[in-house]
């Protein structure tokens, strides 16, 4: 996959929404901490984003593959220069269609570990999580800056 890509982005875009699902939970149970019954929760999001990557790569690869088909096969071409469909054909809209819409950050509940209030949070893991949270996001979001500020030189003509 290309740093700079449309796929590339609404990855990261994924992810960010996925850590931002799960900074709402980690906040949600370190303020209910105390609350009697309370069960700890977590997002489950990265085997989901694995998968789109590894679709992404799938269709990059032969969308490639089509295009070297074109350029090195004489028969794909007619004698007038038109690209033979018949040959060559790979349907569009299953180039097109992607996995993100799908997407869906999985909220999971723990029952592990309760207190003798029911209670299962423990503060010090929560808050540990929380700031390799706000880490991984702040990575994200600071990858996607840099994606958009190439693009932006790119469309300007490299700064000139």
Do not use: C, W
């Amino acid at each position: 996959m290309d740093l700079i890509s449309k796929s590339a982005i609404e990855i990261t875009t994924l992810a960010l929404d996925g850590l931002l699902a799960r900074h709402k939970v980690l906040s949600s149970n370190i303020a209910n901490a105390e609350t009697p019954g309370y069960k700890r929760t977590d997002v489950k999001f990265e085997d989901q984003l694995d998968k789109i990557i590894v679709n992404e790569d799938a269709k990059q690869k032969e969308k490639e593959e089509y295009s070297r088909s074109l350029m090195y096969y004489p028969n794909s071409l007619s004698s007038a220069g038109q690209i033979n469909m018949q040959d060559n054909f790979i349907d569009p809209n299953r180039i097109t269609k992607t996995a993100y819409q799908k997407f869906n950050p999985e909220i999971i509940q723990s029952d592990a570990n309760a207190k003798p209030n029911g209670n299962n949070v423990n503060i010090e893991h929560e808050m540990a999580q929380l700031s390799q949270n706000g880490m991984k996001y702040n990575a994200l979001a600071h990858l996607q800056e840099k994606m958009f500020k190439g693009m932006l030189e790119a469309i300007k003509g490299g700064g000139a």
